[in-house]
């Protein structure tokens, strides 16, 4: 089992940067394909980015190809999720979570972590 700690959202403006990090704990994220999602008020979850086991294939929904990029550092256990340009429309709870393999479904991920709060501002 592996537990997941985002950190590093906040209140920004638009066209600000934040970076996203997602540090695991009890098993090595070496061992898990890796995934971003977020949920607004009143919407449903949905696929942000994912990166698979050894980082090997990567993949990005269309309203944030070109501005996130979606990364893993191993040997610290950390996932980032660097995200430029960012608009009012990502205001969100960002959540990371683990999978065996990856994929851009919530359903195929098994451990998810709390969440951190991006907030944009117009």
């Known amino acids: 089992q592996v537990q997941l700690v985002e950190s590093g959202g906040g209140l920004v403006q638009a066209g600000d940067s934040l970076r996203l990090s997602c540090v695991a704990s009890?098993?090595?994220?070496?061992?898990?394909?890796m995934g971003w999602f977020r949920q607004a008020p009143g919407k449903e979850r949905e696929f942000v980015a994912a990166?698979?086991?050894?980082?090997?294939?990567?993949y990005y929904a269309d309203s944030v190809k070109g501005r996130f990029t979606i990364s893993r550092d191993d040997a610290r256990n950390t996932l980032y999720l660097q995200m430029n340009s960012l608009k009012p429309e990502g205001t969100a709870v960002y959540y990371c979570?683990?999978?065996?393999?990856?994929?851009?479904?919530?359903?195929?991920?098994?451990?998810w972590g709390q969440g951190t709060q991006v907030t944009v501002s117009s």
């Open positions: 979570a683990a999978a065996p393999t990856v994929g851009v479904s919530g359903y195929e991920y098994r451990y």
């Open positions: 009890g098993r090595t994220l070496s061992s898990y394909a």
């Open positions: 990166i698979s086991w050894g980082g090997s294939s990567i």
